[in-house]
Nanobody, 122 residues
Framework: QVQLVESGGGLVQAGGSLRLSCAAS????????VAWFRQAPEKEREFVAA????????YYADSVKGRFTISRANAKNTVYLQMNSLKPEDTAVYYC???????????????WGQGTQVTVSS
C-alpha cells in the first residue's frame, strides 16, 4: 500500500505560478509511474501529466503543454508539478496517482491522494 499526500495548492492570480508536491509513504514509490489529474466542479476528472518511474519520460495533456512540468525526486519519494502561466480554467482539485504505467486513463492507477485545491483568479 502506498499513501500519497498532495500539497502546494492555493489561490493565485492568472499568469502566476504554483508548485504542487506529491509525497509518498513508502520507498517503493520509486517503482511506480505517477500522474497528476484534476477535477473541476461538475466536470470529469481529467489527465494533466504523467512521468515514468525513472523520470526519463513525461506526458502532458494538450491544455497544459508548455506551461506545466512534471518531475520527480525518488530519493525524496516525491513528485512535483510546476505550474506556470496559470489560467482561470486551471482551477480544480489536483490529485496525484501512482500505477504501473504512465497512462492518461485514471482507471489504470492503483493509489490516489486526497487532492489539493488550486484556484486561479482572473
Amino acid at each position: 500500500q502506498v499513501q500519497l499526500v498532495e500539497s502546494g495548492g492555493g489561490l493565485v492570480q492568472a499568469g502566476g505560478s504554483l508548485r504542487l508536491s506529491c509525497a509518498a509513504s513508502r520507498r517503493t514509490f520509486s517503482r511506480y509511474a505517477v500522474a497528476w489529474f484534476r477535477q473541476a466542479p461538475e466536470k470529469e476528472r481529467e489527465f494533466v501529466a504523467a512521468i515514468t518511474w525513472s523520470g526519463g519520460t513525461t506526458y502532458y495533456a494538450d491544455s497544459v503543454k508548455g506551461r506545466f512540468t512534471i518531475s520527480r525526486a525518488n530519493a525524496k519519494n516525491t513528485v512535483y508539478l510546476q505550474m506556470n502561466s496559470l489560467k482561470p480554467e486551471d482551477t480544480a482539485v489536483y490529485y496525484c496517482a501512482a500505477g504501473e504505467l504512465p497512462t492518461d486513463s485514471k482507471n489504470a492507477y492503483d493509489y490516489w491522494g486526497q487532492g489539493t485545491q488550486v484556484t486561479v483568479s482572473s
